[in-house]
């Protein structure tokens, strides 16, 4: 099956610092998602991205699906961003997500 | 809010029973999926539901057992349950058979 892997595993950021959180994927993909879990265990959907380029506020992300990989951006961060950030994929046109273990990110006022 | 609703939101029981948690999707989404999210074995996929019929199952144990109504609201039955079925379980929907996915808040289940 597919391969999804998230790094950096764990990040600590100085609040207004920026980060750049990667992933990286072992097959095509119909569907690539990124999500924050925040602290209370909550799911929040933030891109859905398969490919190309799309901006929400201070969170950006960029989907190159010929090279295998997805990066999220997130500028200006706030102790509110803290939590673990999931990139998810399907593939072979199917609807299931496979998930990455995560990054967990830590913001420090 | 993603529109997606779980009920109950936390769940305490016993070893050897059964909970059935609930599901409603967002309004006008015909896929429901379910995952388990565990320490050990992180957010996995369990099962796949389009328009009440099932189109996919991945890790899902056979004391497991979902479906969905015409309502298009879904269930999962977890029975004899053990300390290693306790996890957060997430509903999510979509409105076709792929596409982005909303996940719901989440149940809580605690086994003791």
């Known amino acids: 099956g597919i391969q999804v892997e998230q790094s950096p595993p764990d990040l600590i950021l100085q609040e207004g610092a920026n980060s750049t959180l990667r992933c990286n994927f072992s097959d095509s993909v119909n569907n690539l998602q990124w999500f924050h879990q925040n602290p209370w265990g909550q799911l929040i959907n933030l891109f859905y991205?398969?490919?190309g380029t799309k901006q929400n506020g201070r969170l950006s992300a960029t989907t190159v699906a010929t090279e295998r990989y997805s990066l999220l951006y997130i500028s200006s961060s706030q102790t509110t961003d803290s939590g673990v950030y999931f990139c998810?994929?399907?593939?072979?046109?199917?609807?299931?997500?496979?998930f990455g273990q995560g990054t967990e990110l830590s913001v420090k006022p | 809010d993603s529109g997606v609703t779980q009920t109950p939101k936390h769940l305490i029981t016993a070893t050897g029973q059964r909970v059935t948690l609930r599901c409603s999707p967002r309004?006008?989404?015909?896929?429901v999926y379910w995952y388990q999210q565990s320490l050990d074995q992180g957010l996995q996929f369990l099962i796949h539901y389009y328009n009440g019929e099932e189109r996919a199952k991945g890790n899902i144990l056979e004391r497991f057992s979902a479906q969905q109504f015409p309502d298009l609201h879904s269930e999962l039955n977890l029975s004899s349950l053990e300390l290693g079925d306790s996890a957060l379980y997430f509903c999510?929907?979509?409105?076709?058979?792929?596409?982005?996915?909303?996940f719901g808040p989440g149940t809580r289940l605690t086994v003791l």
């Open positions: 999510a929907s979509s409105v076709g058979l792929a596409g982005g996915q909303f």
């Open positions: 309004s006008g989404d015909l896929s």
């Open positions: 991205i398969p490919s």
């Open positions: 998810a994929v399907a593939y072979n046109q199917g609807g299931k997500l496979i």
